[in-house]
């Protein structure tokens, strides 16, 4: 299957910063990337749809000026975790659409964020 | 109504034993299947997709697709302590399939 590479893989730091996470698509283009958030023992939440060279599309109860996505290519979305707090914390999982008739998506191994 | 459905489980199976795993969805014009399957820890990983109404074998693995009762199942044969995790369904929703839904998961565990 399709290959999609999220890092960094773990992120440790102090409230008030802000974190960025990359998603890419390594060998297929990606119009549409998402992005989803889990919580220990949950189910995944997703948070927004990242279209290449346009807005994202936020969730209901997601603060867009708080998770900043940006998909500038075919194969590369970001998402940054802006002043982040203690209840940030949660494991962050990007996948990425491969288009034609299948829309398959396939994910990326995620980023398990802590804030202290 | 939830728009994919799964029993969350546990679902607990002895090894060696098939393991079936269900899910229904609600919207009718949906056309692509997806079965993922999620370690604790870790993303979900592609396992099996499924378009045409029957069965699909890959392995140890059997998808079967019902659309007339918006039915798709996973079959694990000779379930093994490896296959314990959780299976989340996922439908593209509608004829244009845009939009993935994702059920909530069943865990499955599997006794050695």
């Known amino acids: 299957g399709a290959v999609v590479s999220q890092h960094p893989s773990r992120v440790i730091c102090k409230s008030g910063t802000s974190v960025k996470i990359e998603c890419r698509s390594l060998?297929?283009?990606?119009?549409?990337m998402f992005w989803y958030r889990q919580f220990p023992k949950q189910s995944l939440m997703l948070m927004a749809t990242?279209?290449?060279?346009?807005?994202?599309?936020?969730e209901q109860g997601v603060e867009k000026d708080k998770f900043l996505i940006n998909h500038a290519s075919l194969t590369l979305s970001t998402l940054t975790v802006t002043s982040a707090h203690p209840e940030d914390s949660s494991f962050y999982i990007c996948?990425?659409?491969?288009?034609?008739?299948?829309?398959?998506?396939?994910f990326g191994a995620g980023t398990r964020l802590s804030v202290l | 109504q939830k728009e994919v459905e799964q029993n969350s489980g546990p679902l607990s199976v002895p090894e060696g034993a098939i393991a079936s795993l269900n899910c229904t969805y609600s919207?009718?014009?949906?056309?692509?299947f997806f079965w993922y399957r999620q370690y604790s820890g870790k993303s979900p990983e592609l396992i099996m997709s499924?378009?045409?109404?029957g069965d699909k074998e890959d392995g140890r693995f059997t998808a079967q697709l019902n659309k007339a009762s918006q039915y798709v199942s996973l079959l694990i044969r000779d379930s093994q302590p490896s296959d314990s995790a959780t299976y989340l369904c996922?439908?593209?929703?509608?004829?244009?399939?845009?939009?993935?839904?994702f059920g909530a998961g069943t865990r499955l565990f599997v006794k050695a």
């Open positions: 996948s990425a659409r491969e288009g034609g008739v299948l829309n398959i998506q396939y």
């Open positions: 060998d297929f283009q990606a119009t549409t």
């Open positions: 990242s279209n290449e060279g346009s807005k994202a599309t936020y």
């Open positions: 919207d009718r014009g949906s056309q692509s």
């Open positions: 499924i378009y045409s109404n």
């Open positions: 996922a439908v593209n929703k509608g004829t244009g399939g845009f939009k993935t839904i």
